[in-house]
Every structure is written in C-alpha cells, then in structure tokens.
C-alpha cells in the first residue's frame, strides 16, 4: 500500500538531485507534491512528466514574497500542506581566506535563512490542524566541518531544526534534520570539486556514493506517519562515513 495517500508535500530544489529523487518517490507513494525551484525548466518538465500529482512553482528561497506564492498555490492546488522539506542549497568550494563577503552572505541566504523562511510561513498550516513533518536537508557537514560556509550553514541548519522542533513539537508538528554523505547528484557531479570528492569515496566504509533515490527513502519515512515519535532528531545517510 502507498505510505503517503493524501499527504501533501512542499519540497525545494525539487527540480534536481536529492529532491527531484524525493518528488518522484513522493509521488510514486501517493502524495501530491509542489515542486519549488529556481530551475523553472527542468522544474516545469517534471512537474508535466507527473501529471495531476504535481505542479512547480518557479521560486527563490531566499525571498519571503516567493514563500508566500507557494503557500497559496499549495493551498489552492491541493488544499493544504502535511510535509515540507527544506532541501534547496548550494556548495562553495572556498577556504576561509579566499571566500569573499557576498559569497559567504549568499551561502547563509540560501543554506540558511531559507529553511526559516520555510519553516516559518508553512508551520503555521501544520499548526491548524494539529500534524506536519518538516525535514531540513542538512549535511554531514553539519556535523564535521568541511568547507568554510557550507559548515556553517548545514550546522545553523541542524541548530533550527532542534529550536523549531521544540517549540512545534506540542503542536503536533515534527521537525528533522537528515545529514546526507556523499551523494551523486549534479551538485558534486557537475561542481569545481568532482576529483576531490571522488578521492574522498575511499574513505567512506561502503566505498561508494549513493544514488539519491537512497537518500528519498530517507525523506520517505520521515515524511510518513512511520516517524511518529522522531522529532528535533538527526538522520544520517552516508556509508558509514561520520562514525
Ligand atoms: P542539486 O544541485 O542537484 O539540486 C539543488 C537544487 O536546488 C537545484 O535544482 C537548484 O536549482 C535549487 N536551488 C538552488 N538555489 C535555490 C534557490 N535560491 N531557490 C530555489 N531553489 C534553489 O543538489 P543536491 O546534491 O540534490 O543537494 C540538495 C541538498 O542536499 C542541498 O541542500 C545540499 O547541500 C544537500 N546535500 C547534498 C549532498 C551531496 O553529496 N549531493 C550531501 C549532503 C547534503
């Protein structure tokens, strides 16, 4: 049986990697799903590929004014919204004395502030009617450094998640954090990194990336009513790499 019947999900960056892989899943197990994306191209073929289950919405996660859009066209699409995951973000491959200031603002904008903004203008539904899952897409870099900003941002991101799940928990709403390893995706496929990372796969126990669709699964469960009792909690998926 689907585990997501009449569930409705928000997911950022829907529109590739992780959260293209946890719309598809999503949808494959009965929910309904708004795509939120930057990408309006690839965003706007998949969302057509998946027919009634999906629309996009063409946003910034930055901006509270495009948060507003996707509340309303959630709501005017589908009705509500049971699930949001704050997956959108970006890499920087900087060190800390040659990062520049507007690239470290962005970082933060985009890894960050977002997940408050998302958090803030969609909980409120949840709220209404007393249930919801958040999951924040963090890292395991939001539990061991790496690059400079990218660590700052993912461990802001596992901190929120812990205050807003506290604060939501008597509500009924649940907030989680999932910390991913290395993951082939355009983001480290197609990034300045791809040799570094493919170094570093030897030091994952597995030795070996995953696909995305490992990471869905992930998403899958926490999205569920199968995580009943998880909240402000850590989700580690990578290979062993952080034991
Ligand atoms: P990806 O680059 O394939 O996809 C990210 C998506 O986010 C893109 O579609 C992009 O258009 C969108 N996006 C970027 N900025 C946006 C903005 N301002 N507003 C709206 N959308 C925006 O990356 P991915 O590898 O699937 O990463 C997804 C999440 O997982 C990120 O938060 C990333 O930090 C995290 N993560 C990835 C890995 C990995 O190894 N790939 C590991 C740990 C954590």
């Known amino acids: 049986s689907e585990r997501l019947t009449d569930k409705v999900a928000v997911v950022t960056g829907g529109a590739s990697g992780i959260g293209e892989a946890t719309v598809r899943k999503f949808v494959a197990e009965g929910a309904k799903v708004v795509i939120g994306d930057l990408n309006k191209e690839r965003g706007q073929a998949l969302a057509e590929e998946l027919g009634d ?3 996009f919405v063409a946003i910034d996660v930055t901006k509270a004014s495009d948060w507003e859009e996707v509340k309303k066209q959630a709501l005017e ?3 509500t919204v049971d699930v949001l995951v704050n997956n959108a973000g970006i890499s920087v491959a900087q060190s800390l004395l040659t990062m520049t200031e507007e690239q470290y603002r962005k970082i933060l904008e985009i890894n960050q502030v977002s997940v408050f903004l998302g958090m803030q203008k969609i909980a409120p539904i949840m709220i209404e009617k007393g249930a919801g ?3 924040n897409t963090s890292s395991i870099n939001g539990l061991k450094a790496g690059a400079i900003g990218y660590t700052d941002s993912k461990f802001a991101v596992r901190g929120m998640t812990k205050a807003a799940s506290a604060e939501l928990a008597p509500q009924g709403v649940r907030v989680n954090s999932i910390h ?3 993951i082939e995706t355009p983001m480290t ?5 791809v040799e ?3 170094a570093y796969t030897n030091f994952v126990p ?3 990336m995953a696909q995305a669709e490992e990471v869905a699964n992930l998403m899958l469960y926490l999205a569920s009513d199968e995580s009943s009792y998880s909240t402000g909690s850590e989700f ?3 290979g062993g790499l952080t034991q």
């Open 77 to 79: 699409a589908f009705g």
């Open 236 to 238: 580690i998926v990578d």
């Open 133 to 135: 899952s958040i999951i």
């Open 53 to 55: 289950a999906a629309i």
């Open 196 to 198: 570094q990372i493919k």
């Open 206 to 208: 597995m030795r070996r």
């Open 189 to 193: 496929m197609e990034g300045d990194a």
């Open 180 to 182: 991913p390893g290395i």
